[in-house]
């Protein structure tokens, strides 16, 4: 009997999209207003869900509480009014898109789990943006 428990997060963050190696027009191009120099701010939120197997002793799959600290942990202290693209070391060369973040938040977090459990994380840029990622 597999169930899914989800926990969501938040937090704020800067950052600006644009490759080193294009010229600012090329960056203009494709990334708009995200290729602002002076950086720009999200107010992320975030799904973490988890799926296994109800344990039979503790009834849990996973308990909310060490996810919670692992989120804390792992991302809120990580990322939460910083500079992703200055203060975050994964973004040193990588471009902080939604589509990048959430695969670094699944890596960071798949690392401390249990390897049994299932990961899936949900990032919401604004409202109506958000992206998904489950490791493959
Ligand atoms: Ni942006």
Same mark, same amino acid.
């Given at each position: 009997?597999?169930?899914?428990?989800?926990? #969501?997060?938040h937090?704020?963050a /800067?950052?600006r *999209? &644009?490759?080193?190696?294009?010229?600012f027009?090329q960056n203009d191009a494709?990334?708009?207003k995200?290729?602002?120099?002076?950086f720009?701010?999200?107010n992320?939120? *975030? @799904?973490?869900?988890? @799926?296994g197997e =109800?344990?039979?002793?503790?009834g849990y $799959?996973?308990?909310?509480?060490i996810? #919670?600290?692992?989120?804390?942990?792992? =991302?809120?202290?990580?990322?939460?009014?910083?500079n *992703?693209?200055?203060?975050?070391?994964e973004f040193?060369? !990588?471009?902080?898109? /939604?589509?990048?973040i959430v695969? $670094?938040i &699944?890596? #960071? *977090?798949?690392a401390?789990?249990?390897?049994? !459990? $299932?990961?899936?994380?949900?990032l &919401?840029? @604004?409202p109506?943006?958000?992206? @998904? &990622?489950s490791?493959?």
């Open positions: 009997m597999k169930v899914t428990v989800s926990r #969501k997060a937090f704020n /800067a950052h *999209l &644009y490759r080193p190696d294009w010229s027009e494709v990334f708009g995200c290729n602002n120099p002076n720009h701010g999200h992320y939120d *975030l @799904t973490v869900s988890v @799926t =109800i344990d039979p002793e503790t $799959v996973v308990d909310v509480k996810l #919670k600290d692992f989120i804390k942990s792992e =991302i809120e202290d990580a990322f939460d009014h910083k *992703l693209n200055v203060d975050v070391p040193k060369n !990588l471009n902080p898109t /939604a589509e990048n695969v $670094v &699944y890596d #960071k *977090l798949k401390v789990l249990d390897s049994h !459990l $299932v990961l899936e994380v949900t &919401y840029e @604004t109506r943006n958000f992206v @998904t &990622y490791g493959s």
